[in-house]
């Protein structure tokens, strides 16, 4: 079996984080911050060190400002529904997953004017075009570091320029480069960044966080979610301090455990060297499907421009079909369909059907990657003996 | 008889940065449950050597980190 569907979650897991995920329950199972006993208290310095070793992966101030929550979506939602009022206005690119689109959509019912800067056919976004629609009542700006769909890289750095001129945030959705390409908050302007820990971070499902930035004033978001913390617990309002203002209710403790190890596991092997070596599993990915009769490639047909993620349509061929085909007959795992963005579909043009999605991951050789092409030119040749 | 010294924080992420910076100087700390008559503010409390205050308070002063009470007991 190859799996090429490391962009919806990375498989499999590092062995360090499965390990670390059952000798938590062992070892330290108790509630973090609740009770005072041993066992929590060992479930407290698990959270913490992990607080401590995201801090200091993304290079964030302090690891107070680390906020745990079960993904980027979570994330993502803590920023965008606790920041903007009504009368705010936004701006994001139409390349978002869902998960930045659906809340946008929801707040501009709520008055918040939303503004989308179409990107390129590759997924690219012209700075001058994100410079142009920022205006004085922008409060936020919001994009993703890299497009699910097309794997596209954005640029961050300058968009940071941009919304800090015109006093305006950055929220950046760093789900699919978090683990594979290195991120600096501080020195790419990031005040907010939203990060999941179950892709290119190697670790378990249901863990993620928004890690804020030192320039962001927390009193003014409002948590998404409200409840105990194991402070303040004499008050029936909400603490307003971090990270317990937004971390209501029993963190996900195995998940932070394997998270933890999972980071060691990719410091270890180091970010720069799994860039690297995606970007030339992504090149020979691109060179070979690119050669194959009626395949369309989409993106900007350049590792150093995107991650790990490839989309593709044949022509006349149904997407579901070849991804069936490829699963039962080849052992290989892609994913078809709209992968939750619609408007990033939109935008490289292969809305409504959709596309044939191949994510390395780290575990991917560059043998599994000819096989796939290999595997996918029978599927394309077979298709056309069956007629 | 050995008296000690209990710092109270705000959150419990507080109390965990400041045992291992503490731990880490060689300072003698132990974390108990924050007792009652002090606080219910945060359930993990920080016990030190009264004899090691001023090491102490400075290392967490240090670290930046928000004390919420100091207690001797």
């Known amino acids: 079996m190859i799996y090429l569907d490391n962009a919806a979650t ?16 062992e070892s330290a199972g108790g509630n973090p911050g609740r009770s005072g006993h041993r066992l929590s208290i060992a479930a407290a310095r698990v959270m ?43 701006i994001t690119s139409s390349m978002e997953h869902n998960a930045v689109m659906r809340p946008l959509r929801s707040l501009e019912k709520r008055g918040i004017l939303v503004k989308v800067i179409p990107a390129a056919r590759d997924g690219s976004l012209k700075v001058e075009d994100m ?98 913390t194991g402070s ?13 203002k937004f971390e ?12 933890r190890a999972a980071l060691g596991w990719l410091t ?11 970007k030339e ?8 499907l690119s050669g194959l009769p009626g395949v369309s490639v989409y993106g900007p047909l350049d590792p150093e421009r995107s991650v790990a993620i490839v989309s593709i349509t044949i ?39 959709g596309t044939v999605r191949f994510a390395p991951g780290v575990f991917t050789t560059i043998a599994d990657i000819h096989t796939v092409i290999k595997a996918v030119g029978e599927v394309i040749r077979s298709w056309k003996a069956t007629g | 008889m050995e008296s000690y010294g209990v710092i109270l924080f705000h959150t419990t992420s507080s109390v965990m940065c400041a045992e291992k910076a503490l731990a880490g100087e060689g300072c003698v700390v132990k974390l108990i449950p924050t007792p009652r008559e002090f606080s219910s503010d945060c359930g993990i409390a920080l016990r030190f050597d009264w004899d090691e205050y001023e090491k102490v308070t400075s290392l967490v002063a240090a670290a930046q980190l928000e004390i919420n009470a100091i207690h001797r007991m």
């Open chain 1, 281 to 288: 599993l992504t090149r020979a990915l691109i060179d070979g």
């Open chain 1, 48 to 90: 913490y060190d992990t607080r401590e070793d995201i801090a200091r992966f993304f290079h964030a101030p302090d690891p107070m400002h680390v906020i745990f929550t079960g993904n980027a979506t979570q994330a993502i939602n803590i920023a965008l529904r606790g920041l903007l009022k009504p009368g705010d206005s936004v």
């Open chain 1, 232 to 244: 303040q617990s004499e008050l029936e309002e909400q603490p307003p301090f971090l990270p317990d």
């Open chain 1, 10 to 25: 990375s498989w499999p897991k590092p062995p360090p984080v499965l390990k670390a995920m059952t000798d938590v329950l």
């Open chain 1, 131 to 228: 410079s142009g629609a920022i205006s004085p009542g922008t409060r936020l700006v919001v994009i993703n570091h890299a497009s699910n769909v097309a794997g596209t890289l954005l640029p961050v750095s300058e968009v940071s320029a941009i919304a800090r001129r015109a006093n305006a945030l950055l929220l950046v959705d760093a789900a699919q480069t978090a683990g594979v390409i290195p991120i600096d908050m501080q020195a790419m302007g990031i005040d907010l960044l939203a990060f999941t820990g179950h892709k290119g971070l190697q670790g378990p499902p249901g863990t993620g966080g928004l890690v804020i930035g030192s320039g962001v004033d927390v009193s003014r978001i409002e948590p998404l979610m409200y409840g105990g």
């Open chain 1, 315 to 353: 022509k006349g061929r149904q997407n579901s079909e070849v991804g069936l085909r490829l699963d039962e007959e080849h052992g290989i795992l892609s994913r078809v369909g709209l992968h939750c963005a619609p408007a990033a579909h939109k935008t490289i043009g292969s809305f409504p059907e």
């Open chain 1, 268 to 278: 270890d092997r180091g970010v720069e060297s799994v860039r690297a070596r995606e």
């Open chain 1, 248 to 259: 209501s209710g029993t963190p996900n403790i195995s998940g932070i455990a394997g998270l």
